[in-house]
């Protein structure tokens, strides 16, 4: 249904900046939230930014707003995730998702159906 493919991760040193991409390929009609969340090792997954599939609303962890911004190019289905001032806490495997879920639930991973391999970031100190 949606074939995603994330790039862009890599190794950068703390106070860096990087610039994720998303790469969607869909088949179907439906417009897709978009929304990425990370794994750090030896931790559960956890969000980090979502786009609502209409309007342009973005939404954010807490922890993490006003260094990470989500945004997308319609024309190229891809979405993106600009980090700043990156610390080793940010180390992880960063990963995208699609999904149809309503508002309230844009934030749960369990209610995202699509999902990529991942791109895994390391920030060094």
């Known amino acids: 249904q949606v074939h995603l493919v994330e790039s862009g991760g890599g190794l950068v040193q703390a106070g860096g900046s990087l610039r994720l991409s998303c790469a969607a390929s869909i088949r179907s009609s439906n417009a897709y939230n978009m929304a990425w969340f990370r794994q750090a090792p030896g931790k559960e997954r956890e969000f980090v930014a979502a786009?609502?599939?209409?309007?342009?609303?973005?939404y954010y962890a807490d922890s993490l707003k006003g260094r990470f911004s989500i945004s997308r190019e319609s024309a190229k289905n891809t979405v993106y995730l600009q980090m700043n001032s990156l610390t080793v806490e940010d180390t992880a495997v960063y990963y995208c998702?699609?999904?149809?879920?309503?508002?309230?639930?844009?934030?749960?991973?369990?209610?995202?159906?699509?999902w990529g391999q991942g791109t895994q970031v390391t920030v060094s100190s």
């Open positions: 998702a699609a999904g149809t879920q309503i508002q309230s639930a844009i934030r749960d991973q369990h209610s995202y159906s699509n």
């Open positions: 786009l609502r599939r209409t309007g342009g609303y973005t």
